[in-house]
Structure formats: C-alpha cells, structure tokens
C-alpha cells in the first residue's frame, strides 16, 4: 500500500511493561491492516497484531544507545513500546503508523477488505439477525397508543434518526413537523422503550430551542401526546441529562431546556452528567493511574478519585435509575434529552431499558439495544470512536461508560445477566476496531448511502455464532432474579462502584485479573459433565453385562432409562455448549457445517465443540484479520477451525470412551 | 401500669445440648413471653419494661415494642414483635436476634431530649438525668437505639447502668466466661464423673461430614505432628517451659532446632525479651524453616547468641541455608498505626455523614491507611515466600515482643505456602498455633476489659488479609468469607476461651484463682476448660455452619473415579485468566504457546547462596523477578499462592465492614448469588458423584434423599427441581447478615443518622461530650 514506507523491520524489540530490561527480539511488519510483532524465539513465534484502527496515540521518544523508542497507545487500553535499532526505520514505521490509524476514507477501513470467508447469503443472514422492527413488535407495538410513523422516509425531517419511528396516535405529521423544527438538529421526541405493563414509556429527543423565551406550540402539542399515550399517569417526567448549568448556557445560544410552565403537566429534572470533553479528560487521567507500574494504594485510590471516572458512572447510573424507577413504580412516561440527545440520551435511555427489562440482558436482546438506542438513533460512532481522521475535540468514550455501566450491575447482579464480561470486551473491541460495518459512520443514512450491508459483514452474527464463549454460566432464563426489574438501592452510593481492572488493565501481563467465579464455574461445569458421561457409560456397561449375563435379546426395552436420567441437568449444563438447544434459532446459520447437524451422539458433539471453541475464543478478536500477505496462518474469522490437537484430543477421547 | 420497681429476675436456665442434637434448639423458639433465654451460669442484673427498639433513624413505624434486660454476659431486648423488612437472619445459638454480648460493647451513650443532654456512659459513673434514649455503639459496627419514653425512668436509668457497669469489667474474673464454666464443672460435678462434653476439645471442623478435631497445640504431641507433616528434620519439641518454668507468654511445648540443648536454651531465655526464645513455625518441604523471635534485649549478649542461635538454625536446614531476618519493627506498622486506621475506616464506613463521603469515597478510604497496612503485611509476606520457597533460606521473624505483627505474619506467609491451611481445619490450627499458643494478647488488643491502651485489631488485619488472598483465589479456600466474619465476630463473645486472654499461662493462673474461689475440683487439669471457638456447634446449627463452606474449593481429593476404563477427569486445559479477557498475543496463531499448565513450585532450581553483603542491592529485583515469574503461570492452587499486591488489587472487604450499613445492601444481588447457584452446582457433583461411588442403578431420588450429607447451604434439590429454584428471596449483599435494625448513616427513608443527631460525632469522641449537667 502507498502508505507503507517500510513493511519489514527486523531485529526490533517488543518492551515488556513490567520489566522493562526484558524485551523480546523479533521482526516488525506493517501490512495495509495491522502492525504486526513476530518474535524471532523459535520455539515460540509468538506473534502480537496490532489493528491500525486500534491505535489511538504514537510516540516517538527520544533515541537511546540502544535504539529508537515508539510507544504505541491503543483505543482497546493495549500499550505497545517497540524500540527500532535504525532512527531511519523508526521514522518511516512512525510516519506511515500516523497515515495508516487515520484513514480518510470509509473504503481504507478493515471491514471492507476483511472477509470471513461467508458467502452472499451468510452475510445478508448476519445482517437481519437483529431485527429492529421485531424488537418493536416484542415490546407490543404498535398498539391502541402508539403508531409507526413514516414521518422520516427519507430522512425528510431529521437526517441523523432512523426512518423507522414510533411515535403516539394523536401525534400528527403537523405536530411532528413543527416539534422538529423547535428541536436541536431536529430530533423531536420519539419513542426509546414502551413498558408494556403499564403503558409508560421513555422518550428521547434533543434539547428545545426555547432561548429564553421561545414557544412552540406543537412541541407543547407533542409532549401533550406523549402523556396522553399512557393512560395511567397525568403527568410526564422530563429528564435533561445534562448539569443545571451548562442548559443555561445553552439558552444564551438559543437552545436550553423546556420551561414547566409552557408545558402542561410536566415535571422537569435536571441530573448532571458531564458532557463529552469532561469525559475525555477523565477517561485520559484514569488511563494514566493505569499505567502506573504497580502502584500503591494511595497512588491508584487518589488517582481513581480525582480522574472523577467513577462519580460520571454513577451520574449515568443514577439517571438510568431514576428513570427505571420513574417508569416502574411511578408509571409515568419519560422524556429524556441532553444537547443534540445522541450520546447522554443514548447512555441513560439503555441503562435504563436495561433496568427494566430482562429481555436486553440476555445476549441478543443486548445485541439490540445497542442497534436500538445507540446505531439507530443516530449516535456519532465516526466521530466519538476517530475511525475516520477527524476533529480530535470529538472523541470520546461514550459507549465505553454505557459498557462498564453494564459490567458494573454485572459486578452487583452476577446471575442477573445471560452474557459474560468477555462479551462486553469484545464489543468494545470491536467499536474501534472497524472490521464488522455495524458501528460505521454517524448515522442509518450514511450507513445506507455507503451500503454497509452489502459491503461488510455483521459483528451481532459473529458474536452469535460463538455465543457459547460469551454465556454467563450462573444465568438461568427462568430464574425469578433475572425476570423483571433490577432492583438498586434508590441512591446507590459511591463504594457501590468499581474500577474495572478487566477492562482497562486487560493487557498488563502480572496485573492480570484473578480467576473470576465465571471461570471456576466453567470448570465445576465441565466437571459435572464429564461425571455425568461417566454415570452415563456406567449404565450403559452394567446394562450391557446384565444384557449378557441374562442372555436377553430385548436389548432396546431399557435404552430410554440411562438418557432419562442424564437428563436432568444436561439441559442446563449443556446450554453453554451445545448448539442443539439453540436449534430454533439455527435458521439464521444454515451454513453450520452439516457434519454438527448429523452427529449421532449429543456427547461427542458436546464434547467436540468444546475443545474446538477453545482456540476460536482465544484469538478471537484478532482471528478474523484477512490479512494475505503473511503466510503463516489462514485467516478464519467465520468456521470453527478445530486445531489439529483438539482434532486428535477428541478422536483419543472418544476412543476411550468407546472402550467403556 | 408502669411500675417504678424493676420486677425480680426471673430467669430460666438451661444448658446447652450437646453438638449432636443442636438442631433441636432451632426448632425450639418457644421463648416464654418476653423471658430471656439465658446460659447456664447468666443473671438477669436489670430490666426495664416498654422499651421501644428503633429500626429506622427516621419514622418510628417500624420500631419494636419489648423489655430490654441486661445480665453478666448480653444485653437482650425482648420481643413479640417479628422483625420488620428482614428476610433472613443468621441465628446464633447463643444470642437472640437483639441481643449484644457485653464484650461486643464500644460506647453506650445516654440521651435526654427534654433537657437536650447526652452522657457517654463510663464504669461506675452517675447519671444526673433520666435517659430517655440509649444508643449502644458495638465494636462490630453496629448501632443500636432504645427509647424510654413508656418506661419506668427508674428502671431505665438503672438498666443503662448497668449495662455501663457490667460491660466495663475492672477484672479479667468477670468476664462471663468464667461463670459460665464455673456453673458447667458444677454441674457436671454433680452427675457423673465428668470433664464437661463439648467443651476444651477442638471441635469439630465446621460441620457436614468432616469432624476433624482442630489441633489447640496445647500438648507435646501436637507440636510433635506438626513437624512430622511438614516433613522439617533438624527440630525437636522442647519441654522445658512446661508449667511455664521459663515464659509465662510461651505456650508450654515449642520446638526448637535439635542442636540447641534445653540447657543452653534455659541459659539463652534470659537474654530475651519475656524471656521469649526463637519459636519454630514451619518448615518448608525445601527444609528452610520460619522461626519467630524476640529482640535479645542484652546487649553485651546480643551477638554472641544471635549468632548461636542463627547457627543452630543454620544446621537445622539440610542444605545448610542462611537465615534471612526480617526485623518486623522496621518493616511494618505498628500497631497504634493500626489501630489509628481501624478508628477510621469504622468512622468511615459506619458513623460518617453520608453526604460528606459520598464525592469523595475513594480518598476518604485512602485516608484511613488501612488498606494501605493490608497490602503493606501481604506485601512483606510474599516477599518472604520468595525467600522460604526460591531463595532455600530459612526466615527469621524478628519483633520486639514477638507477639504482634510476628503473628500476623507468621500466619499469612503459612496461608500463602501450605494448602493445609486453606482448610477449615488448618486455618483454625494456625490460629491455634500462631495467635492463640504463641501469646498474641487478645485480651489486650481486643480490649475486652475497655481499659486498655494497647487495643489494636491485627487479628482483624489477618482475616482482612486472608480475605484479599481468598478474594484473588476464591478456589484455593476451604471456608468462605462468611467464615471469616464469624470468626471475627466470635473474637467478641466472652464465652469462649479462645480468644480471651493474653497468653496460655494467663488463662491457666487466672481459671485456676477463679477455681479455687469457686470450689471447683481442677483434679488433673490445668485450669478451667473453656469452650472453644472451634467448637462451632455451640453457635451455630449443623445446617447454618455450612455456610463456612466455599462451593469453589476443589480439595485434592477430588472425586476423580479411575475404575481403569473409565477415562479420568482431566482439569480445565484452558487457562482462562489469560483468555477470558480478550486475545493474549500468545494465542495468536491458535497456538498456546507451551507453558507449563501447573507447574511444581517446589522444584525450582536450587539458587546459590546470595552474598549477604550485596544481598540487599540485588534482592528487590530478584524478588521482582520471582513474582513476575510466578504470576505469569496458572496459580497451582494445592501449591503456593501469592497475592497481587498493587493498589489495584487490594480491595474493602465489605461483607465485614458494610453488613450493616442499609444503603450498602444489593437485594438479591451481590456476590452471594454467585455463591448460590455454585452451591446447587458443587452440591449436585457431590450427588453424581455420591452415585459414581454407590455404582447402582437406583433411583436417582435416593441420592438427592441424602441431604443431610450436603456440605452446601444451598442444596440442589432433585431432579424435577433443580431449575425452579430460583434465588431466593432472602438473599441481599449482606447475606447471611441483615443490617435491619442497625441505625447508621442513612437509614431506610434516607435521613442521615447524623442528622438525626442534631451533628453530634458520637462514636469515640468524649470531650466533645462533657456537657453533661
């Protein structure tokens, strides 16, 4: 590629953080996708990728006798130190780093040149794996108070929503024309989630542009409408995301927030959650307590405290609370906004849903709260993630907070949730890191006009096909903790809040986080499994032994009694493995490997998909890379790849088991 | 209707079944009505009626209507009224559910609202106005509040008194334990021939089937098996203290390096402080010992015998090691810092104006130190690890006394090198043998006479620490932290021997004073035999002590069946802490990169001998090394542990400190859910494995008919059930304690205790409360 000044450098050193006197010795090569570390170690080869997309900083530090320093910060908390014995190849690996993680163009990024290997068909099953107007329909719309509204074909009124849009009956084209016109970027109220049990709803829109003075009839009319849409309560909250003082400001510009006195049977609320340039800066200041080598418990606490990280999750959570509780115990409908209701609103409006239904805590109902309130309605991935080379000033990380707000009711509901934390991490991963089309561009408009679906592939349908590494095992459907409303103290206090060293240290060899209960509890599990297939074996020997013994040839009286028994917890143990149980939603993956659909044991299927997930999790992230140029591996971001050793594992295991 | 005249006690008294049938005290609530349950050996001392017990700070709808008494061992308030908002209550067999035992009492505080006054009550101390409300603060955190206003003033000045008078001992011979055995060996005196049951012995682990009996190391034989499992050669158990001829804070066996004749021992006690010689406390399998010891406080003497004790020592390793000394003093805080953070961290978790914490939580905590100290002994600890494990060198503790922070870390370098005490049964023979044996001065530092300066909580700081530990390998433990609160807890019930007095010689001088004024027979025994802590039936029924279990533990037993055909369980291959998270570079290629799954630790290369000279330059990074080392492989969890000691990774342990506090409590969420589900999942691989073993084709229902074998709490119940168990409804954070009824902070509604208060900072702060008239 043109960019690339140098694709090879070799005898350059990988630093290792913790100690930096140990540095690997290996050969650095920069391909159109990755930076990509090999070491030379022989027996190991271990390699370190390195998505261009992925990398948020490069530094050039000062030459030593030893070489030339690059730092490498990446947007997923990865550090990189590399020191280049030439100056020279230094500087070429850092001009060309400079172009190659600021892309210009949609077309230079890695979901367009990488590919899973799926054919036409996969790619457009992937793509309506989540289902936004089905999403509708389960939530039970449109019903007697709420209408689809084809008010934005087109985009005709508001370019960074959907076209999709829910809206109430009474709420005309006219009203909605003209509450458009009255809000920022004229993104008027529209339906978030409908809690069906009681008809009230959260809304979402943009600040007013009431000024100090400025009415507008029909946004009155609209809020009106939205009250009326929920018959069990006379009033509607609306919540401004933002400080007090900062919607001030705003009416100085013309914008602000409604006045209680225009509107009727309105009760307003202000809860103060920082804007995106406060949540850079704490962001950044956290990530420097991070890098802090082992620091002492009044470096990281201080540190902690005055990064201000964790008072923003708790301000996000608290809205996300006092909405939750506003739509479940008050019944009263909520109109949530901030500025341009894109990044704030997103936050609070999904932390909420969360709260309140159980059905975005499962794995694909998670999948479609991100496509509902976050891709939908128009949140600026471009600019907040810097896919494209863009104005720094717009960075931020704020889907990162929505994420952690997640992990940390995952910390205080740990049965609560169907997905796990890897889960979490990866998507996060894969915001930045550009290689499935689903987080592309600022808005559905852009998206279409640059025909994402028909040119990229969808991360819900690769999350979905390896789901069995993102299960929470503690999770059980039917549980009553998982049905309903979570329930949080009303004002859960600071020390509720963690930092999340999972996410933010993941990569600190040594710092490594503990064994999680998750981890223990695969192990318990494949434990009870494997007693289970002994139990199972057992019977079936001592079966056959009184089979002989009686000389009986009625051999299939008995065959239903040994799987009648293993049965009784296989149906739970067995949900994180099998792909049986998911055979309902087998429809979408018709390209599953027909050999998976006719294997005639359920155990040695069971048996075989877990060892074969085994490296297909691992490398996960970085597995999918279609990078050609680099013969040592094929890239497969799509089938299972069994390694050859599980290939063998399973064959000797399942000759052992023969022999039984 | 409200008499002035306290009425007469009227008590009822029984004794304690023995372990076998605890269960049936459980079943037996039938407190007659509003009577005390009282121990053989208590007395009512006063009472007063129409008590009203507050359970909010800020409405009295919920408050509990009862009498509120004091004897020589609790305070008991006794009511007909269930308590409000509370789902589950972790019974204790020896105390009701209002009930505070009299050593668990940090400050009583008297109010008069009229005459807006308050008291902080003192021993033998007047009290110019009748009460109309009293507020216990409790060493365990809590806060409870009474209010007079129906009460006989009389009798509700004399109660708060009294509770001010018997909590406040002037002497060691009135703490409860005492009367308590005195009444045992009377009665058992008068049937048959008898040592009272239940009592001196270790007792039993914690229930469910393993009936291990906890060594006390009271006896020659048990310091004798105690060198026999760790397998130290070089090292004998020394009777010459025995009757406690040579220190009266030794235990009366230790063991010492062979070389080193009684003789010379008896000679070289002289030079120590409290005439404490080098203790043994284990041995390594590489040979290197732990040995703990005072400063030799003569000084002409000092090298001579420093030097014959470490070549005693020296000879005693196989390989003939070093001894590396760690001079504790110098390294750690002590223990007034200790205490100065503890003061803290209560004021911060329990007492503070929430308001005030709420921006600034993260540096309040920092504030404390504690956290800080936590690491500071994990930290030390480690770092002798390295030296025990990698370096072949035996370690010497050194401490002024050699009874505080000795212990502490004696303990934890144990905990971290030898799986044994990971057990419920090893953990409690380190306490045995480490705390209780080697003379830490609980009476002192738990300050249970309230008179004391030298009050610290180390032992708090051990079971902080090994919570850390536990917190960072949740399957290398035995117990679960619920264990460890109760332990805590019972460091603050006068029953018990265990943690009541400042040496092994001290309970024997005092028990057998307390005998003879008593007319108790002592025949053969030295001193009294109180009950023990490790007897764990005595508080706690036989289902409610399997909560001590941790569903993650795998022992080594593991029921791993190899009947030859069938192919046996192997581990999880994966290594999921480096996978879990995201993309390892080693597995790059799909390929793990061939490290050693788990490793054998104990066949590290043998290192030569450092130069003790440049010992300390090259040290901390050889240390350095060594973690790093250690850390970048699976934890073998049957082998050494060692604790990650950033600032990230030491974290409150808020069971212990935020069990009370209201807004603290997750319902139906928290750790303990997690806690939940793993108990139905380990218990049912007891029940499949319980089948593997019976080899029958029975019934599946028999197996799950056997639940009274379950080493879980929480059982999974059969088959048909197992996936409509949901959580149940009781479980909260604060699970298995309930903080309703305990008034910090803010309370139910959201008033601030403090405020409540009209701003007084109570909690330990007497001139700020002179005014009394």
Redo the contacts between chains.
Sequence with gaps: MEHIRTPKVENVRLVDR??PKKAALGTLYLTATHVIFVENSP???????ILHSQISTIEKQATTATGCPLLIRCK?FQIIQLIIPQERDCHDVYISLIRLARPVKYEELYCFSFNPMLDKEEREQGWVLIDLSEEYKRMGLPNHYWQLSDVNRDYRVCDSYPTELYVPKSATAHIIVGSSKFRSRRRFPVLSYYYKDNHASICRSSQPLSGFSARCLEDEQMLQAIRKANPGSDFVYVVDTRPKLNAMANRAAGKGYENEDNYSNIKFQFIGIENIHVMRNSLQKMLEVCE?K?????????G??NSGW??HIKAIMDAGIFIAKAVSEEGASVLVHCSDGWDRTAQVCSVASLLLDPHYRTLKGFMVLIEKDWISFGHKFNHRYGNLDGDPKEISPVIDQFIECVWQLME?????FEF???FL??IQ?HIYSCQFGNFLCNSQKERRELKIQERTYSLWAHLWKNRADYLNP?F?A????TQGT???????????Y??W???Y???E????????????????????Q???E??E???ER?EKIQNVQLNCTKVKSKQSEPSK?S???T??NSIANTPQDYSGNMKSFPSRSPSQGDEDSALILTQDNLKSS??????????ESGVEDLS??SPSGGEH?P?EDSGKDRDS?EA??L?? | MFSLKPPKPTFRSYLLPPPQTDDKINSEPKIKKLEPVLLPGEIVVNEVNFVRKCIATDTSQYDLWGKLICSNFKISFITDDPMPLQKFHYRNLLLGEHDVPLTCIEQIVTVNDHKRKQKVLGPNQKLKFNPTELIIYCKDFRIVRFRFDESGPESAKKVCLAIAHYSQPTDLQLLFAFEYVGKKYHNSANKINGIPSGDGGGGNGAGGGSSQKTPLFETYSDWDREIKRTGASGWRVCSINEGYMISTCLPEYIVVPSSLADQDLKIFSHSFIGRRMPLWCWSHSNGSALVRMALIKDVLQQRKIDQRICNAITKSHPQRSDVYKSDLDKTLPNIQEVQAAFVKLKQLCVNEP?EE???????S??NTRW??YV?AFLKHSAELVYMLESKHLSVVLQEEEGRDLSCCVASLVQVMLDPYFRTITGFQSLIQKEWVMAGYQFLDRCNHLKRSEKESPLFLLFLDATWQLL?????AFEFSETYLAVLYDSTRISLFGTFLFNSPHQRVKQSTEFAISKNIQLGDEKGLKFPSVWDWSLQFTAKDRTLFHNP?Y?GKS??C?QNG???S?K????S???????????????????QELLPRRNSLILKPKPDPAQQTDSQNSDT??Y??EW??KPANLHGVILP?????????W?LCY?RWVP?????????I??F???SL??D??DV??R??RQ?R?GP?EACYGELGQSRMYFNAS???H???S??PEFLS?SFPFSPVGNLCRRSIL?TPLSKFLSGAKIWLSTETLANED
């Design positions: 913790v100690s027996d190991t080869r271990k390699e370190t990728w997923n802090l082992s620091p002492s418990m009044s470096d990281f606490l201080w902690l405290e964790l008072r205080q509901f740990p049965c609560a796990n934390e890897r991490i990866h991963h503690l059980r039917d549980h009553s903790q979570l329930h949080l103290p009303t004002t859960p206090c600071n020390f509720m963690k930092f060293s999972g996410m240290n993941r990569f060899k040594g710092m490594q986080p503990r064994q999680s209960v998750t981890d223990y509890l695969m192990a318990v599990k494949e434990e009870t494997q007693l289970e002994e139990l074996a057992l019977e001592l028994h049965g009784f917890s149906s739970d085994d490296p297909d999790l691992s490398a996960n992230s970085d597995q040592c591996r790849a390694s295991d052992v088991f022999t039984a | 929430f914490t709420e921006e600034k939580w993260l540096s905590l920092e956290l800080e690491r917190e960072q390998y949740p399957a993650f795998i593991t029921p069946i055909s069938v192919k369980f581990r999880t291959k994966k999921y802490s480096s996978t879990l998270r995201g993309m390892p570079s080693a597995l790059k290629n799909g390929i793990i990169s061939d350095e090394q973690f790093r850390f970048s990650r000691v950033s600032g990230t990774h030491i974290k409150l808020k935020f807004e603290a409590q997750i319902s139906l969420g928290g750790s859910t997690a939940h589900k793993l999942l380990a049912e691989v499949l494995s089948m593997l080899q084709s599946l059969g088959p048909h197992t996936d409509t949901g959580t954070s959201g």
